[in-house]
């Protein structure tokens, strides 16, 4: 009986002892307690207190709003655009999953969107709105406002994008913006400009888009926003306004723009129109085109890849500035300027054609004529594209002559001032083909020359640049396509000396205004009714060297049209007090005369007629007046 | 009216005043970090219930308590058993049973049930043999088990921890403590690869460096972090807490309760709820040492040392000091049947107070 109780005594004192002993560990734990929040409260308060407040406030930067690009009449290339979308705070991801195919009855959900969200319901911590529908039509926007009360998580927002009013007019030229891509950021942060991008998505991609990149897109806001734990905005304060982009104009007509490249639709080709006094470009058609449209939101590999194949006509490719082709006879003037201007040929000169041009008795290059053209000036060389008087030509003055006296015209280097350059061309010596090919110049290689074959290529811009010279009295000047942007008025870029004398000047362009004329090689097709004289030369540059099957010449209208000749013409007007100047190109086009020489023509009208208002009063002979009104 | 009388009479007051003091204290806070929800209202309307039962569980005598704690137990594992099978799923966890508007948190009733059920198995014995205490950790283990799959990781060791502390004061050998420390010590690499969910270590790993994944893991504990430090010594004002108001704080109304009244009272708000909460467990651990009955001593004992556990790791975690897991502060935090097991559990503290009985011989 005592032992019992003694051993249930041993128990409570056992227990009493343990109470104790976890009182005092328990005092002791709540001490280190107590240590842990002086620590926290007292010693890092600040640290602390800073944190709690950078939760709350958030800089937020507000976009500004990109400079719009207009042409010469201030006609739009370029706008902005109210976009509407519909976003859902992360936080209501899980919510709204399950609804998801019921919205979709009445919304359009992007894919995109839809795997964001869908991430985000997995997680709990706030994680930015999403974007499930961009780019919502009118109608998607009011069928959305009328079930919106139905899902309050979605919410209708609007913003700014960039938009094309005129599809792929001017696509090259104007290029195009897209999202911002993880190079992009890169090149920003080594220029140091990436704070000016921060909430911008898009940026300039291609032609003035992204060469006037810094002045048209403008300079961020910033706005101070108090926000709580889902992002949301409880309160916000404007510190810095946003700075718009500044407005871009250029010297580009938007008219003629699509009336040239109306005249190349279907077909492959491009077309420069200038003015030959400054410089500035009043046309720059290339076709096939894109439309940037279709960049904005990016474009599929899928898709880029067909804008890149040669079946549907490499659209991409800037052919105006960045196509290179052989000059044909287009650079029969060019070459009689510069044997007059070197003392190669004198004005009385007279070369007797008779039909070839012998190099050794095996190796002849013959004229186009059969017989050739007899006696021949360099107005007549010029006028009936005398092939031989050039062939002599080149052969006497050598291919190095000739490299110096071209490049005089701008070619051999990129024409373009400000929309990137564009291709050089290819301008041969001697010295070219040993480092391109390591075979040394044959003799050979020159007669072609003389006559825009062989080795020389152009850009059509340059065969413009180069004409403008002829028209304008003899200096060379820079395309140019900015005249304006913001508040400045940019310069024309600084003509050069004058390189020619008058005299020889004249005696060109007469020449090349008499091929208008009847008896020229484009009178019919480019002269014949015009009220104003046009100075031009034609020229069909050859796509392959082989052309003859069982011993006889194939014509070029039997060829397959991938082989056919490139037309070119490259022309000004009026042929005395020039304004314009036009050069075309039109792939596989066959003859010059033909097919390129009705489309500069229309040009010149349209320019001429339409858009100076000139009228001319019909004169007999060459000495048509013109007066503007 | 006998039943009323004697209910009244046996109210200890020294631990009633502490406690509701706890439980103001808890509301206060509670309307603060529940601003714009029913929480507040249920609350109080839990509390007033809490009142009431804690009345009727004082007014049974201890006696009848030790009889009831058999059936107790076996319907604790009942109920525990039914919220495996028919429990409602909430984040991937079943731990409530619902009936009709009202739900149930069997594994809450646990912690009251468990020590109960424990310290009267061993008061059945006056001497000690190692077999009571395989038998009474194995009365420990099957409901802390059967939470645990729920899974409900915090709520089960809590169990574990309350029964544990029973064992421990029932006399478990000191020789056996060093035998289990050193086993323990050998598991816990398998329990760490075997055992425990990736979150689950996310969880502990993150108390080391938060920062690792401030988003995921470490989101808790920085922002309750952020929340406590920048109360700084008198707090921002009842009301005021920006991490509280702005939401930044996650669970502020249940398990990091703490955090928001640290922001808003400061330190010194936070040492004076430390005080309160070590009146009541200090009052409870007087009463577990100073009752007649060596069961009701051995209860007390349990109950009061859970309290106390339950309250520093909560306060621990939200300080920053220990892994998250979900234990709620009791008396503070938001919870119907926690609150009611609690006042429950003051109620049977009180019984086993006044309970008078003459020892048995003599």
Redesign the interface.
């Given at each position: 009986?005592f032992s019992?109780?003694a051993?249930?005594q041993r128990?409570?004192m056992?227990?009493?002892g343990?109470?104790w002993f976890?009182?005092v560990l328990?005092?002791a734990?709540?001490a280190l307690?107590?240590w842990?929040?002086?620590y926290?409260?007292?010693e890092?308060?600040s640290?602390?207190?800073e944190?709690?407040?950078d939760?709350?406030i958030t800089v937020q930067p507000l976009a500004p709003v990109r400079g719009r690009i207009f042409d010469r009449a201030g006609r739009v290339f370029a706008d902005n655009d109210t976009r509407y979308f519909v976003k859902i705070s992360s936080d209501y991801a899980d919510s709204v999953m399950p609804h998801l195919p019921a919205i979709r009855t009445r919304l359009e959900i992007d894919d995109d969107g839809e795997s964001r969200l869908a991430a985000a319901a997995g997680?709990?911590?706030y994680?930015g709105d999403i974007v499930v529908r961009d780019y919502m039509s009118e109608n998607e926007v009011v069928r959305f406002v009328a079930i919106q009360h139905v899902y309050p998580q979605a919410v209708l927002d609007a913003g700014m994008y960039r938009t094309y009013p005129e599809g792929d007019t001017a696509a090259h030229v104007i290029g195009h913006v897209a999202r911002i891509s993880a190079d992009d950021k890169k090149r920003l942060r080594e220029r140091g400009l990436l704070r000016r991008y921060a909430g911008s998505q898009f940026i300039g991609r291609r032609g003035i888009e992204a060469r006037f990149e810094t002045r048209m897109h403008g300079l961020p806001g910033l706005r101070e926003a108090f926000?709580?734990?889902?992002g949301r905005v409880?309160k916000a304060e404007q510190r810095a306004a946003p700075q718009s982009g500044e407005d871009m104009w250029l010297t580009i007509d938007l008219e003629l723009q699509q009336l040239a490249e109306g005249l190349l639709a279907g077909r492959e080709g491009a077309i420069v129109a200038l003015d030959p006094h400054d410089g500035a470009i009043i046309a720059l058609a290339s076709s096939p085109r894109f439309d940037p449209n279709e960049f904005i939101g990016g474009v599929s590999q899928q898709r880029w890849d067909e804008l890149n194949s040669k079946e549907s006509g490499t659209p991409m490719v800037h052919r105006a500035t960045y196509g290179q082709y052989a000059p044909g006879s287009t650079i029969k003037p060019f070459l009689a300027l510069a044997a007059l201007a070197n003392g190669w040929r004198d004005a009385d000169y007279s070369y007797l054609s008779k039909g070839f041009f012998a190099l050794t008795p095996s190796v002849v290059f013959e004229d186009w004529k059969e017989g050739g053209h007899g006696p021949t000036d360099i107005t007549k060389s010029i006028v009936r594209s005398v092939n031989s008087f050039y062939y002599q030509l080149a052969h006497d003055v050598g291919v190095d002559a000739m490299h110096d006296a071209l490049a005089v015209f701008g070619f051999g280097q990129p024409a373009a001032a400000d929309i990137g350059g564009g291709r050089t061309g290819v301008l041969p010596t001697e010295l070219w083909k040993q480092e391109t090919f390591g075979e040394q110049w044959y003799p050979g290689d020159t007669i072609p020359i003389g006559v825009g074959q062989g080795y020389l290529e152009v850009t059509p811009i340059q065969m413009a640049r180069a004409m403008a010279v002829i028209a304008n009295g003899g200096r060379l000047v820079q395309p140019y396509l900015a005249t304006g942007i913001g508040n400045d008025r940019i310069m024309p870029p600084a003509r050069g000396e004058r390189l020619f004398e008058s005299e020889h000047i004249r005696i060109i362009t007469e020449a090349l205004a008499q091929v208008t004329e009847p008896g020229g090689t484009a009178y019919s097709r480019v002269g014949k009714d015009s009220t104003y004289p046009i100075a031009g030369k034609t020229g069909t540059a050859q796509v392959t060297r082989l052309r003859f099957a069982d011993g006889e010449r194939v014509k070029n209208e039997e060829l397959p049209e991938h082989l056919r000749d490139h037309a070119w013409f490259v022309g000004f007007a009026p042929a005395y007090n020039p304004r314009i100047v036009v050069a075309t190109l039109v792939e596989h086009g066959g003859s010059g005369g033909r097919t390129a020489g009705p489309i500069a023509r229309s040009v010149m009208d349209d320019y001429l007629l339409r858009v100076l208002g000139m009228r001319f009063v019909e004169e007999e002979g060459q000495d048509a007046q013109a007066a503007s009104l | 009216m006998k039943l009323l009388l004697r209910s009244l009479s046996s109210i200890d007051w020294l631990l009633l005043l502490p406690a509701a003091l706890l439980f103001a204290a808890g509301l206060v806070t509670l309307h603060s970090a529940a601003l714009g929800t029913g929480y507040f209202d249920r609350q109080v309307a839990f509390g007033i219930a809490g009142l009431v039962i804690m009345l009727i569980a004082a007014a049974v005598p201890w006696k009848i308590w030790k009889l009831l704690a058999l059936p107790c137990y076996l319907g604790l594992l009942l109920l525990l058993a039914a919220v495996l099978l028919f429990g409602s799923e909430a984040n991937n966890a079943r731990r409530w049973l619902s009936f009709g508007s009202l739900s149930v948190q069997p594994s809450e009733l646990a912690k009251l049930i468990v020590p109960l059920a424990v310290a009267c198995f061993y008061s059945l014995f006056d001497k000690r043999r190692l077999w009571q205490h395989f038998v009474a950790a194995l009365l420990v283990l099957v409901p802390a088990a059967l939470v645990f799959v729920q899974p409900d990781l915090g709520t089960a060791l809590m169990i574990g921890a309350a029964g544990a502390l029973v064992i421990f004061f029932a006399g478990l050998p000191l020789w056996f403590m060093a035998l289990a420390a050193l086993i323990a010590a050998s598991v816990s690499p398998y329990v760490w690869n075997e055992v425990l969910k990736d979150y689950q270590k996310d969880r502990i790993i993150s108390i080391t460096d938060p920062y690792q994944d401030p988003l995921g893991a470490g989101y808790h504990t920085i922002q309750s972090n952020i929340a406590v430090g920048s109360g700084g010594m008198w707090g921002k004002g009842w009301e005021q807490g920006s991490q509280s108001q702005l939401g930044f704080l996650p669970e502020r109304h249940t398990d990091f309760i703490f955090a928001v009244h640290a922001e808003e009272f400061g330190f010194v708000g936070s040492m004076l709820l430390l005080a309160i909460i070590m009146i009541v467990f200090l009052k409870m651990a007087y009463m577990a040492g100073a009752a007649r009955d060596y069961a009701g001593s051995l209860t007390a004992a349990g109950l009061c040392f859970a309290f106390l556990l339950q309250s520093l790791i909560n306060l621990g975690m939200v300080s920053g000091v220990l892994p998250v897991v979900g234990l709620p502060l009791p008396m503070i935090s938001y919870g119907g049947t926690s609150l009611l097991t609690l006042f429950a559990t003051f109620g049977v503290m009180m019984a086993i107070g006044f309970h008078r009985e003459r020892r048995a011989v003599l």
């Amino acid at each position: 009986m005592f032992s019992r109780i003694a051993d249930v005594q041993r128990l409570r004192m056992v227990l009493i002892g343990r109470i104790w002993f976890g009182v005092v560990l328990a005092l002791a734990l709540g001490a280190l307690l107590g240590w842990r929040w002086y620590y926290l409260q007292i010693e890092r308060f600040s640290h602390f207190s800073e944190r709690a407040s950078d939760n709350q406030i958030t800089v937020q930067p507000l976009a500004p709003v990109r400079g719009r690009i207009f042409d010469r009449a201030g006609r739009v290339f370029a706008d902005n655009d109210t976009r509407y979308f519909v976003k859902i705070s992360s936080d209501y991801a899980d919510s709204v999953m399950p609804h998801l195919p019921a919205i979709r009855t009445r919304l359009e959900i992007d894919d995109d969107g839809e795997s964001r969200l869908a991430a985000a319901a997995g997680k709990s911590v706030y994680s930015g709105d999403i974007v499930v529908r961009d780019y919502m039509s009118e109608n998607e926007v009011v069928r959305f406002v009328a079930i919106q009360h139905v899902y309050p998580q979605a919410v209708l927002d609007a913003g700014m994008y960039r938009t094309y009013p005129e599809g792929d007019t001017a696509a090259h030229v104007i290029g195009h913006v897209a999202r911002i891509s993880a190079d992009d950021k890169k090149r920003l942060r080594e220029r140091g400009l990436l704070r000016r991008y921060a909430g911008s998505q898009f940026i300039g991609r291609r032609g003035i888009e992204a060469r006037f990149e810094t002045r048209m897109h403008g300079l961020p806001g910033l706005r101070e926003a108090f926000i709580d734990a889902h992002g949301r905005v409880l309160k916000a304060e404007q510190r810095a306004a946003p700075q718009s982009g500044e407005d871009m104009w250029l010297t580009i007509d938007l008219e003629l723009q699509q009336l040239a490249e109306g005249l190349l639709a279907g077909r492959e080709g491009a077309i420069v129109a200038l003015d030959p006094h400054d410089g500035a470009i009043i046309a720059l058609a290339s076709s096939p085109r894109f439309d940037p449209n279709e960049f904005i939101g990016g474009v599929s590999q899928q898709r880029w890849d067909e804008l890149n194949s040669k079946e549907s006509g490499t659209p991409m490719v800037h052919r105006a500035t960045y196509g290179q082709y052989a000059p044909g006879s287009t650079i029969k003037p060019f070459l009689a300027l510069a044997a007059l201007a070197n003392g190669w040929r004198d004005a009385d000169y007279s070369y007797l054609s008779k039909g070839f041009f012998a190099l050794t008795p095996s190796v002849v290059f013959e004229d186009w004529k059969e017989g050739g053209h007899g006696p021949t000036d360099i107005t007549k060389s010029i006028v009936r594209s005398v092939n031989s008087f050039y062939y002599q030509l080149a052969h006497d003055v050598g291919v190095d002559a000739m490299h110096d006296a071209l490049a005089v015209f701008g070619f051999g280097q990129p024409a373009a001032a400000d929309i990137g350059g564009g291709r050089t061309g290819v301008l041969p010596t001697e010295l070219w083909k040993q480092e391109t090919f390591g075979e040394q110049w044959y003799p050979g290689d020159t007669i072609p020359i003389g006559v825009g074959q062989g080795y020389l290529e152009v850009t059509p811009i340059q065969m413009a640049r180069a004409m403008a010279v002829i028209a304008n009295g003899g200096r060379l000047v820079q395309p140019y396509l900015a005249t304006g942007i913001g508040n400045d008025r940019i310069m024309p870029p600084a003509r050069g000396e004058r390189l020619f004398e008058s005299e020889h000047i004249r005696i060109i362009t007469e020449a090349l205004a008499q091929v208008t004329e009847p008896g020229g090689t484009a009178y019919s097709r480019v002269g014949k009714d015009s009220t104003y004289p046009i100075a031009g030369k034609t020229g069909t540059a050859q796509v392959t060297r082989l052309r003859f099957a069982d011993g006889e010449r194939v014509k070029n209208e039997e060829l397959p049209e991938h082989l056919r000749d490139h037309a070119w013409f490259v022309g000004f007007a009026p042929a005395y007090n020039p304004r314009i100047v036009v050069a075309t190109l039109v792939e596989h086009g066959g003859s010059g005369g033909r097919t390129a020489g009705p489309i500069a023509r229309s040009v010149m009208d349209d320019y001429l007629l339409r858009v100076l208002g000139m009228r001319f009063v019909e004169e007999e002979g060459q000495d048509a007046q013109a007066a503007s009104l | 009216m006998k039943l009323l009388l004697r209910s009244l009479s046996s109210i200890d007051w020294l631990l009633l005043l502490p406690a509701a003091l706890l439980f103001a204290a808890g509301l206060v806070t509670l309307h603060s970090a529940a601003l714009g929800t029913g929480y507040f209202d249920r609350q109080v309307a839990f509390g007033i219930a809490g009142l009431v039962i804690m009345l009727i569980a004082a007014a049974v005598p201890w006696k009848i308590w030790k009889l009831l704690a058999l059936p107790c137990y076996l319907g604790l594992l009942l109920l525990l058993a039914a919220v495996l099978l028919f429990g409602s799923e909430a984040n991937n966890a079943r731990r409530w049973l619902s009936f009709g508007s009202l739900s149930v948190q069997p594994s809450e009733l646990a912690k009251l049930i468990v020590p109960l059920a424990v310290a009267c198995f061993y008061s059945l014995f006056d001497k000690r043999r190692l077999w009571q205490h395989f038998v009474a950790a194995l009365l420990v283990l099957v409901p802390a088990a059967l939470v645990f799959v729920q899974p409900d990781l915090g709520t089960a060791l809590m169990i574990g921890a309350a029964g544990a502390l029973v064992i421990f004061f029932a006399g478990l050998p000191l020789w056996f403590m060093a035998l289990a420390a050193l086993i323990a010590a050998s598991v816990s690499p398998y329990v760490w690869n075997e055992v425990l969910k990736d979150y689950q270590k996310d969880r502990i790993i993150s108390i080391t460096d938060p920062y690792q994944d401030p988003l995921g893991a470490g989101y808790h504990t920085i922002q309750s972090n952020i929340a406590v430090g920048s109360g700084g010594m008198w707090g921002k004002g009842w009301e005021q807490g920006s991490q509280s108001q702005l939401g930044f704080l996650p669970e502020r109304h249940t398990d990091f309760i703490f955090a928001v009244h640290a922001e808003e009272f400061g330190f010194v708000g936070s040492m004076l709820l430390l005080a309160i909460i070590m009146i009541v467990f200090l009052k409870m651990a007087y009463m577990a040492g100073a009752a007649r009955d060596y069961a009701g001593s051995l209860t007390a004992a349990g109950l009061c040392f859970a309290f106390l556990l339950q309250s520093l790791i909560n306060l621990g975690m939200v300080s920053g000091v220990l892994p998250v897991v979900g234990l709620p502060l009791p008396m503070i935090s938001y919870g119907g049947t926690s609150l009611l097991t609690l006042f429950a559990t003051f109620g049977v503290m009180m019984a086993i107070g006044f309970h008078r009985e003459r020892r048995a011989v003599l």
